[in-house]
Every structure is written in structure tokens, then in C-alpha cells.
């Protein structure tokens, strides 16, 4: 219905990557906002700030326009502060997202790109054993379409999540978000929760907090909790143009703090029927193509529904979108594969990417969404047995 998010779909009009995932409340949010005129960053944003950061049991929050920038600042704002030196190794899975991989790089840091483990599709603990070296220091952990990475491989590493498709996601009892030293989420369109676009980082850390916050608008100092000492450090410079570090403008606008607000209420009941959404279409699936259930130990924040198949997978795709169900790589599949990865400054891949090579040819994922239930999994059945017999 109009001005409201679609909370039911029906399988036979087809099984889309995404459907709206906001209503009037938002809407209302943001005119309320754009009547008050006060539309750049302010006081939704850091409600916002607040809640997701609670919601995750971490102690702060910072908002982005973007999950990729969220990843960016994260990194930035490690190496700013000195946990990590230009020159570090950082781990990253092969399998991921472009933006997840690209920062990495760009903060200086060298990307080192190993294989994921073939039941989770997360990053594989025994590649993070074998690429270890003398200069690795962090790993990113990407929760991978909202199975959490397994959390207890990365020893003394520094350990820095990315929860951009992971809203919810728990871990041996623990949220997403809320176990690493940073974590980053995204708030695009298409996930489990939207500000349009959009981004987050959270950190148990006031310090490293502080960083980003400086380090997301242009390097000043307005929105740090230590503005008031740096004022009376540097009492030769006005304390409102007051700039501590090289920063960016990465801001998110007034409007996406009013969408962020009302959708972090409407997520738990979202969750729940991503989750069971997955585990039901496991269960339909497992005979016909390999599926990718819930780890031991964690709930899975469904994001898009991975598959991998033993035949032709274009042939499989072609047949799925002849009847309605969109279709995608597994997000970048084995990056080390993309063009671009030539262009990522000193990344390289030390051993074999076996499961990221398969992923690479013969996966994808169909989308899941808290509007579809049992029966886009049964669908799903029905139209892939036909194509394995045809
Ligand atoms: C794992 C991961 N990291 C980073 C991103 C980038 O987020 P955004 O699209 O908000 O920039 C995504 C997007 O889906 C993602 O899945």
C-alpha cells in the first residue's frame, strides 16, 4: 500500500532484490525536517547515533552518508589515531564488497586478501592462520550477507567489523557491531534497514569516536566531545574553524537521522522474519543447490539469500529471472578477480582462493526481505527442480 512499507509480498508477482522499506512515519520525519529548515546534520543524527549504537551495545556512534564511507572512516581513523601504521596488513575476506577491500589501500594500509571458509562464506580462520605475517596487525570481519564471521579465529589481531549487511546479526550471544574494536553498517536502500543511503560507524572507544568525528567533517573539532580542550589549547584559532586533523566531509543529512529513527524501531520484527525466511528457503533448497544455513553459535540477519550451483549458473540466473526472481553475484565474488583489483596500491592474495573461485563462477544470491515468507522459498523449489531437470 502506498505510504507504507511493503510488509507482504506475493511470490507470483515476482521476487525483487528489494521492495520499499519506508512509510508515511518517515516521510513525516523528513518534511518535519525540511520545515524546520534545520536540514544539515543536528540533533536526529545523533539520537540516531545513539540508538544504533545501544542497539549494537557499543557506547558510540557516528553517522556517514554511506556504508563505504562508514569503512573508509573506520580505517582513517585507525590509523590516525595510531593502532595501525601506514605499511600494516590488514585481512580482508576475498569475498565482499568493493568498498569493503578499497580502504584498506587508501588509508595506506596493505590489503591482504584470503580465502572465505565454505560453510559461511565469512573469512576462513585457517587462510587467516596461514597469510599471517610479521607486519599483519587487523582484520576486517565482514559479516557476509548476515552470517556473522567467526569471531574467535583472529587471536591478538585487531579485529574491525564490517556490518554493512549484518544489521541484528548476533554472535555467541553478542550483536554485530559490538565485538570488534570498530564496526561499520550501511543504511542503503536495499538493506535490512534504510536511511536512502547512508552509514555508521560504532565503537566502544570516546576517543577513537572523537576521531571520526572530526575526521567526517573537514577536520574540525564542532562535534567532539573534547572541542572545549582544543579550544583552550589553541587559543590563537576561532574554536568554531578550528581544524585537528586532515579530514573529509562525509556527513549524512538531517533527513537521513529522521528515517534512521523510525526504522531502527521497525528492524526487530524485520529480523525475525529475514532469519526464518532463511532458514526456511535452506530447507527447501539443500537438495538442488548448496545453501548456506545458520552458523552454530549465531543468528543470521538474512540480507540476500545465497546459493551456489553445480551447473551452468548463468543458465540458472537466466531461468529465475524469466519468472520474476532478480539475481546477483555473490556481491564481488573473488575480488582479487575484478579489473580494479589491479589498482588496489599493494594488495596481494598469499594463498589459494579455492572457495572464492568457486563462489566467483557458480554463485549467486536472489534477495530476501522481511515482506517475503515460505512461499518465495517453495517458489524458488519449484523453479529451480525445473531448470535441474530440463
Ligand atoms: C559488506 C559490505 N560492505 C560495504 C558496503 C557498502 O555500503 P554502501 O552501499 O552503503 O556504501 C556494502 C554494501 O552492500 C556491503 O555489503
Redesign the pocket.
Known amino acids: 500500500m502506498a505510504g507504507h512499507p511493503v510488509e507482504h509480498a506475493d511470490p507470483d508477482r515476482g521476487h525483487p532484490l528489494v521492495l520499499s522499506p519506508y512509510g508515511a512515519e518517515e516521510v513525516i520525519g523528513a518534511i518535519e525536517v525540511l520545515l524546520s529548515t534545520r536540514v544539515t546534520m543536528g540533533e536526529r543524527v545523533r539520537a540516531f547515533e545513539e540508538e544504533w549504537a545501544r542497539y549494537c551495545g557499543s557506547g558510540h556512534g557516528v553517522m556517514v552518508n ?6 573508509l572512516l573506520m580505517l582513517a581513523a585507525m590509523v590516525e589515531t595510531g593502532q595501525l601504521q601506514p605499511g600494516d596488513e590488514v585481512l580482508c575476506p576475498a569475498v ?2 568493493s ?2 577491500l578499497f580502504p584498506i589501500a587508501q588509508c595506506g594500509l596493505v590489503p591482504v586478501v584470503v580465502d572465505v571458509d565454505p560453510k559461511t562464506l565469512c573469512i576462513s580462520p585457517k587462510s587467516v592462520r596461514e597469510a599471517r605475517g610479521p607486519r599483519t596487525r587487523a582484520v576486517l570481519a ?1 559479516h ?2 548476515g552470517q556473522p564471521a567467526d569471531m574467535a579465529a583472529f587471536d591478538d589481531l585487531i579485529v574491525l567489523e ?1 556490518a ?2 549484518a544489521h541484528g546479526a548476533m554472535y555467541q550471544g553478542r550483536r554485530v557491531g559490538g565485538i570488534g574494536r570498530a564496526a ?1 553498517f ?3 536502500f ?2 535490512h534497514i534504510s536511511t536512502i ?3 555508521m560507524i560504532v565503537t566502544e572507544d570516546r576517543a577513537f569516536a572523537d576521531t571520526l568525528r572530526s575526521l567526517r567533517a573537514h577536520g574540525w573539532v564542532r562535534e567532539r566531545s573534547d572541542r572545549a580542550d582544543w579550544a583552550a589549547r589553541c587559543p590563537q584559532v576561532d574554536p568554531r574553524f578550528l581544524f585537528v586533523s586532515s579530514g573529509y566531509n562525509l556527513r549524512p543529512t538531517e533527513i537521513a537521522g529522521a528515517f534512521g529513527l523510525v526504522q531502527a524501531r521497525r528492524l526487530p520484527a524485520w529480523l525475525e522474519r529475514r532469519r526464518a525466511n532463511h532458514a526456511a528457503w535452506c530447507a527447501e533448497l539443500a537438495s538442488l543447490v548448496e545453501v548456506f544455513p545458520e552458523a552454530p553459535g549465531t543468528e543470521h540477519a538474512g ?1 540476500a539469500f545465497p546459493m551456489i550451483t553445480s551447473g551452468d549458473r548463468a543458465s540458472l540466473m537466466a531461468a529465475l529471472e524469466a519468472e520474476g526472481i532478480e539475481t546477483r553475484p555473490i ?1 564481488g565474488s573473488n575480488l582479487v578477480r575484478q579489473p580494479a583489483f589491479e589498482r588496489v596500491v599493494g594488495a596481494r592474495a598469499p594463498v589459494p582462493l579455492p572457495v572464492a573461485d568457486r563462489v566467483h563462477t557458480h554463485g549467486l544470491f536472489v534477495g530476501n526481505h522481511h515482506a517475503f515468507g515460505p512461499a518465495h522459498g517453495a517458489r524458488l523449489r519449484r523453479i529451480i527442480e525445473r531448470w535441474s531437470q530440463a
Open positions: 554511506s556504508g563505504s564511507s562508514a569503512v565482499t564488497w568498498t569493503s565482514v557476509l550477507l564490517d554493512c549487511g561499520a550501511s543504511f542503503f536495499s538493506h543511503e547512508g552509514g540480507f556481491s
